[in-house]
C-alpha cells in the first residue's frame, strides 16, 4: 500500500488535479452561459421580427393593383396618422403608375383639426393633379369629426351598416379646480405679460370674456368644418337641423342623410369599383427608433407646453 505522506509529489500532484477540475467547470460553465446567451439572443430576434412593424410600404406588386392607406386612432401631429405620414402614402400611392384606385380606411373618432384639413387639401389637390385615379374612403367601426373631415375629401364613402359616422362639430376640453384649491385651502399665483396669457386657465375663475373669445375661435372653426363637408359632398348631402350639430349616426343612417354613398368593404370597393383586387398597403408606418424618439420628444414637448401655455386645444372629436 503507497502512502501518500511518503511521495514528495503528491501535493502538488492534488492540488494540480483540484486546478484542472476547477478550470474545467468553469469552462462548461461559460460554454453553457454563451450557449444560453445566445439562445436569448436569437429568440428575441425572432420576436421582433415576427411582432415589430419596421416600417414603410409592402414592395410593389407587378401590373394594376389598388392602393390602400389606413387611417387608424387619434389624428394629430405624432404617430401613424399624422398628416405627414397620411399624405407621404397618398402622393406615393397616387405617383405610382400601376395604381388603379385608392382606398383610405378609416377607423378614427378625429383630433386635431389642423391635420384633418391638412390632409383634407392634400387629397383635393392630387385629385385634380391625378384626375383618372378615383380615391374612395372605407369606413369601419369609426369615422367621427376629423375622420369625416378627410372622408369629405373622396369621391365616394362606403360605410358597413353599424358603422358610426358623423360628429361634425369642434369642442375645447379642460378641467376647473377652483371649488377644490379654496377646500384645500390652495393660493393660485400665476404671472402674466399679456392680460389674456392666462386663456381658461384651469385654476382660476372662469373669465367671461375669454370664455365669449373661445367660443368665436370654436365657431370659426366649426364653420370652416361645415363648408368643407359641403363642398365634398355636394347635392348628395340632405341637410338637416341637426346635421351640423355634433351627432353622429349609423352607417345605415348617413346613407340616407347623404354623408356616406354605399355600403362597402375594402375588398369589395376594389373588385367592384376599381377592378384591381390586388391590394397593396401604402400606409406608411413608424420604426422602432421613430416610435422611442417621437414618444420622449412628445412627452417632453406636452409637458413644456401645459407649463408655457396651458392645455386648452380645439379637437374635431
Request: net charge neutral.
Amino acid at each position: 500500500m503507497e502512502i501518500p505522506g511518503n511521495d514528495p509529489q503528491w501535493e502538488r500532484q492534488l492540488l494540480e488535479k483540484i486546478a484542472f477540475a476547477s478550470l474545467k467547470e468553469q469552462r462548461a460553465k461559460r460554454r453553457w452561459g454563451i450557449f444560453f446567451k445566445l439562445a436569448i439572443l436569437t429568440y428575441l430576434i425572432a420576436v421582433l421580427v415576427l411582432v415589430v412593424d419596421w416600417g414603410g410600404s409592402e414592395k410593389l406588386v407587378d401590373g394594376k393593383h389598388t392602393a390602400l392607406i389606413n387611417l387608424r386612432g387619434t389624428i394629430e401631429t405624432t404617430g401613424e396618422a399624422s398628416a405627414d405620414k397620411i399624405n407621404g402614402a397618398l402622393q406615393s400611392a397616387f405617383e405610382d403608375k400601376g395604381t388603379a384606385g385608392i382606398i383610405i380606411r378609416i377607423n378614427s373618432p378625429g383630433g386635431s383639426p389642423v391635420q384633418a384639413g391638412i390632409v383634407n387639401d392634400e387629397i383635393r389637390r392630387l385629385r385634380t393633379k391625378h384626375p383618372e385615379i378615383p380615391l374612395y374612403v372605407v369606413v369601419e367601426d369609426l369615422c367621427a369629426s376629423g375622420g369625416y373631415y378627410i372622408a369629405a375629401a373622396a369621391d365616394k364613402i362606403f360605410v358597413d351598416k353599424a358603422s358610426i359616422v358623423g360628429s361634425i362639430g369642434v369642442l375645447m376640453e379642460g378641467f376647473g379646480f377652483t371649488g377644490t384649491m379654496e377646500k384645500l385651502g390652495v393660493e393660485r399665483r400665476l404671472l402674466t405679460a399679456g392680460i389674456n396669457k392666462g386663456f381658461l386657465d384651469p385654476f382660476s375663475p372662469q373669465d367671461d370674456k375669454q370664455k365669449e373669445h373661445a367660443q368665436v375661435l370654436l365657431g370659426e372653426i366649426h364653420r370652416q368644418f361645415i363648408e368643407v363637408v359641403r363642398q365634398g359632398r355636394g347635392k348628395r348631402l340632405k341637410e338637416t337641423p341637426d346635421m351640423f350639430s355634433g351627432l353622429m349616426w349609423t352607417g345605415s343612417q348617413s346613407i340616407q342623410l347623404g354623408l356616406a354613398d354605399d355600403f362597402g368593404t375594402v375588398d369589395s370597393v376594389a373588385r367592384d369599383l376599381i377592378k384591381a383586387e390586388n391590394i397593396l398597403d401604402y400606409s406608411l408606418k413608424e420604426n422602432i427608433a421613430e416610435r422611442f424618439a417621437k414618444r420622449f420628444g412628445a412627452e417632453m414637448g406636452q409637458s413644456m407646453a401645459f407649463r408655457l401655455f396651458g392645455s386648452d386645444r380645439a379637437t374635431l372629436r
